[in-house]
């Protein structure tokens, strides 16, 4: 059963950082992918970087510079380091896992940006 958790969200001001953790388990092949998506309510689920099993890193637009993707030795948790925050990266940040042509979801940490 594989099962994904994330967390490390919370309330920070403007400026200021967070560090979200991911960890999947119940993956007995090597996960495809791993990433993070955010998502405000009546809006669309958006990526916000993923890393492929070979270590290819992707960002969007809109937090490179500010937001760094890594993983640990095992592949199985992903860590998206968060800097200089705003307050449009408000939303609810999703872990996703690519696993055997299915994807997978954590339950969602919020991550709310407000001075």
């Known amino acids: 059963q594989v099962q994904v958790v994330e967390s490390g969200g919370g309330l920070v001001q403007p400026g200021g950082s967070l560090r979200l953790s991911c960890t999947a388990s119940?993956?007995?092949?090597?996960?495809?992918?791993m990433g993070w998506f955010r998502q405000v309510p009546g809006k669309q689920r958006d990526l916000v970087a993923t890393?492929?099993?070979?270590?290819?890193?992707n960002y969007a637009d809109s937090v490179k510079g500010r937001y760094t993707i890594s993983r640990d030795n095992a592949k199985t948790t992903v860590y998206l380091q968060m800097n200089n925050l705003k307050p449009e990266d408000t939303a609810i940040y999703y872990c996703?896992?690519?696993?055997?042509?299915?994807?997978?979801w954590g339950q969602g940490t919020q991550v709310t940006v407000s001075s």
């Open positions: 890393v492929t099993w070979s270590g290819i890193i």
């Open positions: 996703n896992v690519k696993y055997l042509a299915t994807d997978y």
């Open positions: 119940g993956t007995d092949f090597s996960i495809s992918a």
